[in-house]
């Protein structure tokens, strides 16, 4: 019996010793450092039968499992990583262009050789000192007094100050205190002859870095001011950039952000926030109950073993709150660079500095993320493909890649240019590329299994247009709008969806009633008032436009928007839903190849609009040939490419009245 309870008392004492030597060796900085030993020496006292000493010790492994201090170096070679977005993706230069700019900031930054001002009123120390700095390769100052430092420091920012104590009329003390006032962030050594216990000590209360008394060693002043320079870089390392790519699905969010992880040389994580609604996600839970667990940034951070990973929190605009928290407010602290050098996750229970990570957040409507969250972020907009870019992409990306995923490599079948168009026309109906590549899998599969069964390995198969049909089935999309007739009281509009741009038909009818706007489709609350606003209009100008003015009166107005599954919703269709009125009261048929895009007022001004370029993008894909919107729209033009442009005649106007003409026959 005294065997094994002997056995049984040292095992816990072995556990313990390896966690301090862990605790030893995790590199953890002082605040963490102390927590840490704090529990271990809790864990000494209570007993390894206790659920504490298990929640315990599962937190000490937790934290000296942090990769605090580790960090890999970002490769800033400018060309390199514009090579490797531009073979990872076709096209997005704005949103490219964005990213090397960042790179070269901090790249700027990173080679920016350190500022040192050497203020003594002695001469010799001075040169002597600015000798021996130079040589470390810091750009050196010097200033004869205090008069002359205050105004070189005026006019140029210095990391480290080493300033002699005593001088006439502005002593060392003095710019010390200064430097402290309008520079925080500046690190202040005193050297005097003159040193003191008690001047020390002031010194070091009034937020001097350190205290050197004459004669000084040079060897003693090198040393003290790398150390001075690199508690500065800690505090100043470049704050984690908070991008938020923001488009329709399948135009290369995600993607994008892991080919900017491998362009940097940077451990990559994605954390996926669409329907979470409980802030612990983020936060993490209290380590005060078995099974408490770190919230999903610091796990990542874990995982990857590095404090400056990039990671994507996807799906942002999609995050839900209950009474478990709102895990939208709770990533404030995660993306404030004001604040995520301390941020504290309820697990840890100890600072982590989140400001090297680089945080790109994805979202199919920016509008849709909360304001305050919103506001911490720079807003990339990522719009749909056009047709020739999409064709592009097929060809150089999406075919070949499913091509080798379903073991074609052998006999590669060739895509006939024709044959990709007929596909994106026919078969997908996206902003992106997602559904394209699914249908090209699905052709591939087809000609693997014709492969296999029939054991044809003579040659490799050319995929014409007609032979789309067989693979894929008839046709799922109709996109021409343009040939339909034209009719009374329906007009075409075009709309911005999460998917992209799209064209809708409104369609308006009079018939006996007691004056009631009836409206169907699944319109949204803005729709509605939309609808609501472009009656009234027309009751309050009917003269104008020879409708009878009480073409109200026994009457009900029937406005429908055809897809009624689909929830439609914006303010973007008030105009469209006039011109559908007008062409039902004055009895001309509206033009079905002009789109118009514009909220409407009850004044009949046409107000500006989102989405233009994917609006466009639908316009051209259906074969549209007039496209008419706000005149304060018109510098969304020039992100728009010229070739698109070509095949529209794209009318900006202000007022509903000079649309009449060009919509009605």
């Not at 500065?232 to 992880?261: D, N, W």
């Not at 049909?469 to 996109?479: A, I, N, P, T, V």
Request: net charge negative; proline share 4%.
């Amino acid at each position: 019996m005294g065997f094994f309870k002997k056995s049984e008392e040292s095992q816990p004492d072995s556990i313990l010793e390896e966690l301090r030597k862990k605790i030893e060796t995790a590199q953890m900085p002082a605040d963490a450092r102390k927590i840490a030993d704090k529990e271990l020496e809790i864990l000494n006292r209570i007993g390894p039968a206790t659920s504490e000493y298990t929640i315990g010790l599962t937190y000490i492994e937790y934290l000296v499992s942090m990769p605090w201090g580790k960090k890999t170096e970002d490769n800033l070679d400018i060309d390199r990583v514009e090579k490797i977005l531009d073979e990872d993706h076709y096209g997005l230069h704005k949103i490219k262009e964005r990213i090397l700019e960042h790179l070269a900031v901090r790249k700027l930054k990173l080679a920016r050789k350190p500022r040192i001002l050497v203020v003594d009123d002695e001469e010799v120390a001075r040169k002597n000192l600015a000798h021996v700095l130079s040589k470390e390769n810091y750009t050196v100052s010097t200033a004869a007094n205090g008069m002359e430092a205050l105004k070189k420091m005026a006019q140029s920012e210095f990391d480290v100050i080493l300033t002699d104590f005593k001088m006439e009329k502005i002593d060392g003390m003095e710019i010390l205190e200064r430097t402290k006032t309008k520079f925080p962030e500046t690190e202040v050594i005193m050297i005097t002859g003159y040193a003191t216990i008690d001047t020390a000590v002031e010194a070091m209360k009034k937020g001097a870095f350190h205290y050197i008394a004459k004669p000084f060693k040079l060897d003693e002043v090198r040393e003290i001011v790398a150390q001075a320079l690199d508690k500065k870089s800690l505090r100043k390392e470049s704050k984690g950039s908070v991008l938020c790519f923001a488009g329709p699905p399948g135009t290369g969010k995600t993607s994008l952000g892991r080919s900017i992880a491998r362009a940097l040389g940077r451990k990559f994580a994605r954390i996926s926030l669409g329907g979470i609604k409980d802030e612990a996600e983020i936060r993490g839970h209290r380590k005060t109950y078995a099974g408490a667990m770190p919230g999903r940034i610091i796990e990542e951070i874990r995982r990857t073993e590095s404090v400056n990973p990039v990671i994507i929190l996807d799906e942002v605009d999609k995050i839900g709150y209950d009474v478990k928290g709102d895990p939208a407010s709770a990533l404030l602290e995660v993306l404030d660079p004001e604040q995520n050098s301390d941020f504290i996750d309820h697990y840890l229970d100890v600072s982590f500095d989140l400001s090297g990570v680089m945080f790109i957040i994805t979202a199919n409507i920016a509008d849709n993320i909360i304001d305050v969250l919103r506001d911490r972020m720079e807003v990339i907009q990522f719009s749909g493909y056009t047709e020739e870019e999409k064709v592009k992409i097929a060809s150089q990306f999406l075919i070949p890649r499913q091509i080798k995923e379903t073991g074609l490599s052998d006999y590669p079948p060739e895509f006939a240019e024709e044959t990709i168009y007929r596909i994106i026309q026919e078969y997908t109906r996206e902003a992106g590329i997602r559904n394209l590549e699914r249908e090209i899998a699905s052709v591939c599969r087809k000609i693997a299994k014709d492969l296999v069964q029939n054991d044809k390995h003579s040659g490799s198969i050319r995929v014409t247009p007609d032979l789309t049909e067989k693979f894929l089935g008839s046709r799922k999309y109709y996109f021409e709008v343009a040939e339909e007739k034209d009719m009374i009281g329906i007009t075409t509009g075009l709309v911005w969806t999460e998917i992209g741009g799209d064209i809708i038909s409104v369609e308006a009818v009079k018939m006996q009633g007691k004056q009631k706007l009836i409206l169907t489709g699944s319109l949204g609350d803005v729709m509605r008032e939309s609808a609501q606003a472009a009656l009234s209009y027309v009751r309050s100008n009917a003269g104008i436009f020879g409708i009878q003015e009480n073409f109200f009166e026994g009457h009900d107005v029937h406005i429908h928007v055809p897809a009624g599954a689909i929830p439609k919703d914006g303010p973007s269709a008030g105009a469209t839903i006039a011109m559908a009125l007008l062409s039902l009261l004055t009895g001309r048929p509206a033009k079905r190849d002009v789109a118009i895009s514009a909220e409407l007022t009850l004044s009949g001004r046409l107000l500006p609009v989102g989405g233009i370029k994917e609006k466009i993008l639908a316009a051209r894909r259906a074969g549209l040939k007039t496209v008419i919107l706000p005149s304060k729209n018109r510098g969304e033009l020039e992100n728009i490419p010229e070739d698109i442009q070509k095949d529209l005649k794209i009318i900006f106007e202000d007022k509903i009245e000079d649309v009449v003409e060009l919509v009605l026959s």
